[in-house]
Structure formats: C-alpha cells, structure tokens
C-alpha cells in the first residue's frame, strides 16, 4: 500500500527534489568563496548588521528583504555564510509557485502528466539569468518570488470570489511585500495585478450585460492599497521616489546613444527566440481566446483560472519584450530585465509540452507509455539546455575584491590608532563596489563624488582615500558567448549560433587569488559573526544612514556601471571636479600601504 502511494504522488518527491537539487546547487556556487558575491559586495551584509545593531538598515531601498535575510543571520552566526543560505532558500522556493501555476493548466489540457509542471519548477531556479540575480541583485530575485506567489493567489482569488477573506487577503499583502521589496519587481507587480482585476471586471460585465459593482469596488480598494502603499514607502524612503519615475519614465538623456542600440543588449531579444518559448506563446494566446469565448456562471460571476492565468502570462511577456527592444530604454534598466526573461520563459515553454502532450494523447490515445516517454525525453533535453547554459555563469561569480584585498581591510581596522587614521573620518573611494567592503571592515563613513562638495559638507572632519593596490582582475563574463538554439529554451553544448553573452552585463570582476573552494575561514581578524573585528565603527544614532547609503549606494546601477563616481558631483569650490587619483596626486599623502589597499590622507 505503500508503494502504491509512492507510485501516485511520485510527482511530490520529484518536485521536493528539484527544490533540494537548486537549494545544494545554489549553496555550491556561493560558497566557492567565504566572502559576499557580486559587484555590490557586503552591501546586504551592511544592512542586516545595521538592522542587529539599530534595528534599522543602513540603506534607503525598501526594506522587506534585509529583515527577511536577518534570521539567518542570527541562526548561522556569520553575516557572509547567513546571507547565502537565505538566498539559496528563496531562491529555490520559487519551484513550488512555478509548479503550481502550471499545474492551474490541466483542466484546460485534460493532461494527468506532472511532467509540464515539474519542468516548470526546474527551469525557474536553474539557469543563466537566477544565478546572475542571486550573485548581483538578490532584492530582484526575492521580487521574483513574491511575483510568483501574488499571480497564483491573486487568480484563486478571482476564480473564487467567496474566498477574498483568504486570497484576497494573501494576494494584496503580497503585492505590498512586493512594492517593499524592490522597486523594479514591485511596479511589475502592481501592473500585472491592475490587469488582472481590470480583465476580471470588464469580462464580467461584458458578458452579464451589466456594470459589475463589485469589481470596481475591489479595483478601488486594491488601487487604495498600492497608493498607501508606496505612500510609506516614498516617506519613510525619499530616495524611491526618484527611482519609482524612472520606472514610469524608462527614459535616459542618453538613452539613444549608439552605446545602448549596439552591443549586448541589442541582441539580448534571441533569448525569446526559440520554438519552445514561441510555442508556449501561441498555445496561451489561444487559451486565452478561448476563455473569452466561455460563458461564465452568473450566480458565480467568475472567470476561469485559464482565462485570468494565461491573461497575466501575455501581459508579463510583452512589457519584458517591449523594455528589451525598446531603443528608448536606457541600458542599465534594459539589462535588469533581460535578467527576468527566466520568468515567462519558464512559465510558458511548459505549456507548449502540455500542447504537444495533448496532441499526442488524442493522436495515440493507447500508446500512454510512447506518449510520456517523449514528452520526459524532450523534457530532460531543456532540462539540460538550462543546466548547461547555467554552469556557464558559474566561474563568472565570485566577490568583487580578492581576499588579499580584504584580509588587507582587516588588518588596516586592527590598527587604526597605530596609523593615526580619525574613525570619525570620511573616507573618499573610486567606486561604490570598493565603499560597501570599506565600510563593511573600517566602519567608517564612506563617499564617492566631488572632493570640494565633500569638504563643505564634512567641514570640521579629517578625510581619506583608499584605492585598490592588485590590479590583477579580469572582467566577470562566465559564457562569453551566448550559443543560441532555436529549438531549445537556452542554449546546447553541442549547436547554436554564437551571439554576444548580452545577459552579463551586470559585469564585475573575477578574482585571480581568492580563497580555496569552501575556505570560511581564511579571513584574517574575521570573526564568525561576519563582522568585522570591532563591529561597524563609531558612528552614532544620528549617522546611522550615511550620506554614502543614503545618495549613492544604489546596487541596481551596477548594470549599467554606476554613477560615474570618478567625475562625483559638481565642480563649484577650490578644487576642481577631479578623479581619485588626481586628487590623490594633488593633495594626498599616504599614511598606509598594504599588498590589497592603500590610504592617503586628503585633508
């Protein structure tokens, strides 16, 4: 009895080894190397230490992942090694909203196979663009699978009109997480869930021949929500507004340079372009002309889940295209939602599987055994499209300084007062990447930008500059090339045409001496904590957001090479708009010198 109910639900096993395949996959990959991954270095780190310490974040982005990341901190003792397993359990969790949403197809289909779904669930945590997120951009990921959760729920909800008290309720609290999650994320997040209420209603009373009430009441309470919500969001985080128009706007002055219509992200709409994806296109517009088509119970008034599902699937793909395509979008924007394409790609090619198993069942409805046999075989095949394509970005990923370079920090902080370096003092570097491990290690107010404007500000305080001494870096790219297969979701070790690799343009820098594979404690003065040796410093309450987080630590202009730190602000005062090593050059003097970091004292 047993065996025959591990027979019925061996599709429950298989998905809960997918999640623990893309959990230890994940835990692989990031723990290569002790120190914190990606361009933006500690900046999580920096937070979740500050939310300990304060029980705020040091940063102006929304909040919700930073409080969210905590736990695991706390549990694990080590800010670096915490951080990382809570991306890896996130990340993977999007397997099971993946497999659900799949799932919400069968009745349509009238296909008992999991096969679809389970492919769904594994093509959404592994391949190129989840890895490149949870290297760079963790909030996004998080976003992703708050994205995920709010379509599913949103789509019980209006299938159910009764249970609003249960998903409703779930679905517009995780509309909010999602607006308090990251900005990019959130706004998709609100789009999607206005379009889904607003084809529920209009479908509704279209097809009762009356103005449905309720509908616009439910519009107008969601609607009121999301105002409250990004009212809070822009008040207690000024900064978001900012990036909030820039969503609206997607516009750059700059942004028809030819640096943006050539290039990577000119190329990056192949990843589309495959019979798979295309496919799967074309089976959801035609569920979804059929749902227009059903009449709807008028007791009920409710839209079939297909309908509502496959409505969101189109709605989803086509903003992702347009951005991509779009030659007014500025590529720094463009890039990060290259990185998305995962989402509709691995929600959609399932059901082009499902059309094709359908086909076959009506076509041999005998031969159930061939029937399986090619749908898994064509399975596995993407399954190791993804993989492969995935493995590519692995050697891609790894910290933005080597751990000489922090091994260097570390030392510099345990002798602070034996080289007269103020902790009360500003410290002035090249780039924001190089800020965050500063600020992680020295716990000392960190900016990038104009000497002169800094000076006006910080007028009573000594100022520094560190700049990296190893220059032995290359540029993170993983797979150089994109091999792009028409007949497959990713790419194939074996044919395909090779493109310019346009979704690494995150980019960042390999490390040619790090730490051995699985090394956690090669750091020296790094305690377990992750910390370093004497905490975050001596700011005070009143510096607990620093000038550096609060205007220019903006993880999400890594893609498009950040704020041009090197020419800072304005050029008003005694000295001249200059770069670091002018300004080094020109009123500098070092006061310590190391194998990773050098620090001069400015003024």
């Not at 959801?284 to 008028?298: D, P, Q």
Request: hydrophobic letters at 45%; glycine letters at 8%; aromatic letters at 14%.
């Amino acid at each position: 009895m047993f065996t025959n109910k591990i027979r019925e639900k061996w599709w429950i096993i298989t998905l809960f080894s997918i999640f623990i395949f893309s959990f230890i996959l994940d835990m692989y990959v990031l723990t290569r190397y002790n120190l914190s991954y990606g361009m933006d270095g500690p900046f999580y780190d920096l937070q979740v230490l500050n939310i300990l310490k304060t029980g705020i974040p040091a940063s102006n982005d929304p909040p919700l992942v930073y409080y969210i990341l905590t736990p695991f901190v706390l549990v694990s003792g080590n800010s670096f090694f915490g951080i990382k397993i809570g991306m890896a359990l996130l990340g993977s969790l999007m397997a099971f909203p993946a497999f659900l949403l799949t799932e919400m197809f069968n009745e349509k289909l009238d296909i008992g196979s999991k096969i679809p779904a389970l492919l769904s669930a594994l093509l959404i945590t592994v391949n190129v663009f989840y890895f490149q997120l949870i290297g760079d951009f963790m909030q996004n990921l998080v976003g992703v699978l708050f994205l995920l959760l709010l379509i599913y729920f949103a789509v019980k909800w209006l299938e159910n009109p009764k249970e609003w008290k249960k998903y409703g309720t779930l679905a517009i609290a995780l509309l909010l997480c999602n607006i308090f999650t990251h900005i990019y994320t959130g706004i998709l997040a609100v789009i999607l869930f206005i379009s889904l209420l607003l084809l529920n209603w209009a479908l509704i009373s279209y097809k009762t021949g009356k103005i449905e009430i309720k509908g616009l009441k439910i519009l107008g309470i969601v609607s009121i929500s999301v105002i409250v919500g990004l009212a809070v969001l822009f008040a207690v985080y000024p900064y978001m507004f900012s990036k909030f128009t820039t969503v609206l706007s997607f516009m750059n002055n700059s942004s028809t340079s030819s640096s943006n219509l050539t290039g990577g992200n000119f190329m990056s709409p192949v990843i589309f372009l495959t019979v798979p994806f295309i496919l799967g296109v074309i089976v959801t517009i035609r569920i979804f002309y059929n749902g227009l088509k059903e009449k709807i119970n008028v007791e009920r008034k409710a839209i079939s889940r297909k309908t509502l599902l496959s409505w969101a699937y189109l709605v989803l793909t086509v903003i992702l295209i347009s951005l991509i395509v779009a030659p007014s979008v500025d590529s720094q924007y463009k890039s990060r939602f290259i990185e998305l394409a995962f989402v509709p790609i691995a929600l959609m090619v399932p059901l082009g599987l499902k059309f094709i198993e359908n086909w076959l069942s009506k076509r041999y409805p005998s031969k159930r055994s061939l029937k399986l046999g090619l749908i898994s075989l064509i399975a596995v095949i993407f399954v190791v499209s993804s993989f492969y394509t995935a493995t590519g970005e692995f050697s891609g990923m790894g910290p933005s300084i080597t751990s000489d370079q922090y091994n260097n920090l570390v030392s510099l902080k345990e002798n602070l007062t034996a080289n007269n370096i103020d902790t009360d003092g500003i410290i002035l570097v090249n780039d924001y990447h190089t800020g965050y491990w500063v600020e992680y290690v020295l716990g000392m107010q960190v900016e990038t930008g104009n000497l002169s404007e800094i000076q006006k500000e910080y007028f009573n305080r000594t100022i520094y500059a560190v700049t990296l001494t190893q220059n032995s870096q290359s540029q993170l790219k993983g797979n150089s090339e994109y091999s792009w297969n028409p007949l497959l979701p990713y790419s194939f070790p074996f044919v395909g045409w090779n493109f310019d690799n346009s979704f690494n343009s995150a980019g960042g820098q390999k490390q040619l001496s790090q730490s051995p594979p699985g090394d956690f404690g090669n750091a020296t003065g790094q305690n377990k904590s992750g910390t370093p040796p004497t905490g975050l410093g001596n700011r005070g309450q009143n510096d607990k957001v620093s000038p550096f987080n609060a205007t220019r630590t903006d993880p999400d202009n890594a893609a498009g090479g950040g704020n041009a730190p090197n020419n800072g602000g304005g050029s008003s005062g005694d000295m001249p708009n200059q770069n670091l090593n002018q300004i080094i050059s020109n009123y500098g003097t070092l006061i310590f010198s190391g194998s990773g970091f050098k620090i001069y004292k400015i003024s």
